[in-house]
């Protein structure tokens, strides 16, 4: 069964795991219950490759077992934060082997809400609140410290006036014309990274970043404030993230430009005084930046 | 044991920036904070009382995985539950923080592990819990404290950098006939924060002409100097402290950030791996010197990306510290 390495090809990289492994760990305190539900995509990758090259499976921690070590983590170690049973996970394929040298994470968290009324809050009733998904991704590498990356995807947001785009570069084929009063519409990505795996306050730091990004986005709620672009609206939301959060060294926000056409009515009689527009799936604009701290030297 | 101090005031606790009222059955728990996994006195007998004797005593890690320990055994101990919570209202901040604190009350001669953890509070962007911890030096300093007037109004949250230097400044004044060091480290450390490099420049000048052949503060100088944008008189005052201590990784790994900030990539990188290798024969594990490889990593990681070679970035991004330190030429 076994073959020899083939002289003419080498490795890049390999890896192997469990994905969309579903689990929810409940914490009672008296009649009061937490809950979380995550998904976890779980990769390792092994010293030796004998297994992809010669089919010799001794050194294969089956996928399987690997399911059920994100179950039984979740009842030893209990789950807190999605970034901290990242890190546990981690922690226990790179300690309880000596032949796993890389263990990636990555993990969503199911956005339960615990019910509320009038400021009273249910003990063990949740509604499911897709506003926001809160991911990480915990990296670790044998004998370094782990990367954790945090993050929020498909927060789709909107407004109807105070953004507007002109001033841009012009050439043959430039149709656009400048516009002073127009909608934004974008389902933020952002993607950051912490310069520290202790102690950090991680679903915190992530309502932190969310109510950031809807600051910057939105605005006073009697006024608002003007966009006079994407990417200038991206960069003051990371740059006040940074600022607000120390343990955030980079961060990465990508933000769709969903369009919304007013839509020509005359041919049907009408005139459409800027009342109805049409969602625009596609195409959409896409504006992306990742920004970093800059090293700073340390007293 | 600076080391110490210094780990403490890394580890931290985001709060709202609204900061709600917080209701007396809500647990740390609850609150996310992030106890350590592996507590040794995870069930230690009377880790409570222990905690506290160890936090008198100013033997700080400890105390604070006994506290911890603590309130984990039981969260529904009223009496543990009950100073955590008030602790916590009264320092809003951070639970370490909070036992530094709690311990120099109870033992205030502690003012250098206090000043160290101001420093280190500043260097992590902390700044509020920074100035705290500079006011409470004050506060606890006999030498100063009569400037207090009243104790207890200062903690009443924001602006509170400016009150603290106005005091440190009158403290000086009113000493102007000679030179304290320590509280010219203070001043440097909040004009730091401020940052007003070129006064806090002259602060560290001020307590460097009293204590010359003091490693750390030609160390803060330089990284002051760094901030400022002064690279090449940076450059000095680490060579000097490293003249003085050869082994001090900090101002190793402030030298690479420098050359990094003047364009000497291939340098900085030479720098950092100089640090990381010191670090790896002390054989230390200590957590917060675990914490300090990171920020090395990262910063070489940031050096070689500027060299246009994808596989020491590489090596870089799986610790082989080995093959970096051949490519450089460097002894291992």
Known sequence: ?299 | MQAEWEELARRNWLTDNDRPQIPSNVSPYEKGYYFHTDNPFKDWPNAFEEGLRKSREGELPNAVLLLEAAVLQDPQDSEVSEWAYKTTQRFFRCFPVVCVCRCLELHPNNLQALMALAVSLTNTGMRQEAAEALLSWIRHNPKYKYLLKSPLSVFISSPLLPEVKDLYLEAAQHNSDTIDPDLQTGLGVLYNLSSEFNKAVEAFNAALSVRPEDYLLWNRLGATLANGDRSEEAVEAYTRALELQPGFIRSRYNLGISCINMGAHREAAGHFLTALSLQRKSRSRQLSHQVMSGNIWTALRIALSMLDQPELFQAANIGDLDLLMRAFNLDM
């Open chain 1, 1 to 299: 069964m076994g073959t020899t390495s083939n002289p003419n090809v080498e490795f890049v990289r390999t890896g192997y795991g469990k994905n969309m492994v579903k689990v929810l760990h409940i914490h009672r305190e008296g009649i009061h219950h937490h809950i979380t539900e995550l998904i976890a995509d779980v990769q390792l990758t092994l010293k030796t490759r004998k297994d992809y090259l010669t089919g010799d499976n001794s050194d294969i921690i089956p996928t399987d077992t690997i399911k059920n070590t994100v179950h039984a983590l979740a009842k030893l170690k209990g789950i807190k934060t999605i970034e901290g049973f990242a890190l546990d996970i981690c922690e226990h394929f790179l300690t309880a082997f000596n032949h796993v040298t890389r263990v990636r994470v990555n993990i969503d968290e199911v956005p339960w809400k615990r019910l509320e009324k009038n400021g009273v809050e249910h003990t063990h009733a949740f509604i499911l609140c897709p506003e926001a998904w809160h991911f990480c991704e915990v990296e670790q590498h044998l004998s370094m410290t782990p990367v954790v990356h945090s993050g929020i995807r498909d927060m789709k947001v909107l407004k109807t006036t105070q953004s507007g785009f002109e001033g841009f570069l012009r050439d043959r084929f430039t149709t656009l014309t400048d516009a002073k009063d127009r909608f934004f519409c974008t389902s933020v990505y952002a993607r950051w990274r912490y310069n520290t795996h202790v102690n950090v306050a991680f679903d915190a730091a992530w309502k932190t970043v969310k109510d950031t990004i809807i600051q910057k986005f939105a605005g006073p709620y009697d006024r608002g404030e003007y966009s006079p672009s994407v990417q200038k609206t991206l960069y003051d939301t990371q740059v006040l993230v940074l600022d607000r959060i120390p343990q955030v060294e980079e961060i990465e926000i990508i933000m769709p430009n969903q369009h919304y056409f007013i839509t020509d009515m005359t041919k049907i009689g009408l005139s459409n005084k800027d009342e109805v527009y049409l969602p625009l799936d596609n195409p959409s604009g896409n504006i992306t930046g990742t920004i970093r701290r800059k090293p700073r030297a340390k007293m």
